[in-house]
């Protein structure tokens, strides 16, 4: 792992500091609708993500407004897996890449895992995020499956 300056704070993420997570997440999920502001993005977290169970959890570093790095998840309980931790999103700002702030981030996530009693940890990662899947792996995880999908008319 790369060594983390002292200074990075791991903090979960309150509503109202929502916006703190912008910057990040608009690296990884560029483009969509509800990315086009802040305030839009906020707006979707705070109202329709956090009340089906998504929280948020970031790296941040003192006298910095954003996060720079983040990750979105859940509590979930499917048949095949009982309880577990499902990421959403897991990202780092470019610059801000292979300094450790995700192995801060994951560290937490596995942490906060335990502490709620899930088996597992989850998350689902496009086939072409080669460096993500670089670190997945480097963290233990494992790659069991295919993910399907198809819009729904």
């Not at 109202?16 to 690296?27: F, I, M, N, Q, S």
């Not at 089906?52 to 983040?70: C, I, M």
């Not at 906060?112 to 480097?138: I, N, V």
Request: charged letters at 20%; glycine letters at 6%; hydrophobic letters at 40%.
């Amino acid at each position: 792992m790369a060594k983390t300056p002292q200074i990075a704070q791991v903090i979960e993420v309150a509503p109202e500091d929502t916006g703190r997570t912008y910057a990040a997440l608009c690296v990884l999920r560029e483009g969509r609708p509800v990315m086009s502001s802040v305030e839009s993005f906020t707006q979707w977290v705070n109202q329709q993500q956090r009340s089906e169970g998504y929280r948020l959890v970031a790296t941040f570093l003192p006298g910095t407004p954003d996060a720079v790095a983040v990750a979105g998840f859940r509590i979930l309980h499917q048949l095949s897996k009982g309880r577990f931790l499902y990421v959403d999103d897991l990202v780092t700002l470019p610059q801000h890449r292979s300094s450790g702030y995700a192995d801060l981030i994951f560290a937490w996530l596995l942490e906060e895992a335990r502490r709620l009693g899930c088996a597992q940890l989850h998350l689902d990662s496009g086939h072409q995020r080669y460096d993500a899947h670089r670190f997945y792996l480097k963290h233990g995880m494992i790659m069991n499956a295919h993910h399907f999908s198809m819009v729904v008319d």
